[in-house]
């Protein structure tokens, strides 16, 4: 059974960069449809970025031109790249396949930005 763990938030100013990781427990990985997802306390869970099994990505309009999604398939590993980081994308930031399963919800990871 796949599972996937998230890394790579924190704190950090606006303008700044992080990136994230999402790590799956099982190659199966490789061919599923991922996506990045977020969600602020009161809100719904919004998609902000997918990337296919074949490397197409899409991007919510919010964060076009600012975060890049990519994968690595040998390291079972999908990355979310972000830049010039505004206070509004403070959220967890989940990973889970595209569209998303109930079961591969994760811990997430905390993305704070404020200075």
């Known amino acids: 059974q796949v599972q996937l763990v998230e890394s790579g938030g924190g704190l950090v100013q606006p303008g700044g960069s992080l990136r994230l990781s999402c790590t799956a427990s099982?190659?199966?990985?490789?061919?599923?449809?991922m996506g990045w997802y977020r969600q602020v306390p009161g809100k719904q869970r919004e998609l902000v970025a997918s990337?296919?099994?074949?490397?197409?990505?899409n991007y919510a309009d919010s964060v076009k031109g600012r975060f890049t999604i990519s994968r690595n398939n040998a390291e079972n590993t999908v990355y979310l790249q972000m830049n010039s980081l505004k206070p509004e994308d403070t959220a967890v930031y989940y990973c889970?396949?595209?569209?998303?399963?109930?079961?591969?919800w994760g811990q997430g990871t905390q993305v704070t930005v404020s200075s």
């Open positions: 889970n396949r595209f569209p998303p399963t109930d079961r591969l």
């Open positions: 099982s190659r199966i990985f490789n061919i599923y449809d």
């Open positions: 990337i296919t099994s074949g490397m197409i990505t």
